[in-house]
């Protein structure tokens, strides 16, 4: 059973900088992406940036340059540095784990962590 926490937001002036974490409770193997998604108040919730198990990323046009998500395998735990970040980026983060079997596939989501840009 996977379970994924969260760790890293909090309140930052814009400009500044925050890194969020999101570790997985136990080894992933096989076939999988892990994403990192956002929702602010009065938004539906948007993808932000995803990693793939072979290492491919993608990210969101409104935060290309500024964002970047990486991973580590050892610690079975995702990351997604953020930079330059604007008042627009306030939302919850959440992460997402899909792992893809044979003729399945299953999402799994962390309970989110908070972002909050301003002055």
Known sequence: QVQLVES??????PGG???LSCAASGT????YTMAWYRQAP?????LVAGITSSGFTNY??????RFTISKDNA???VYLQMNSLKPEDTAVYYC?????LVAAVYDYW?????VTVSS
């Open 60 to 65: 969101a046009d409104s935060v290309k340059g």
């Open 8 to 13: 890293g937001g909090g309140l930052v002036q």
């Open 75 to 77: 610690k079975s735990t």
């Open 96 to 100: 997402k784990l899909t792992r893809m």
């Open 17 to 19: 900088s925050l890194r």
């Open 42 to 46: 009065g938004k539906q919730r948007e």
């Open 28 to 31: 992933i193997f096989g076939l």
């Open 110 to 114: 962390g309970q989110g962590t908070q």
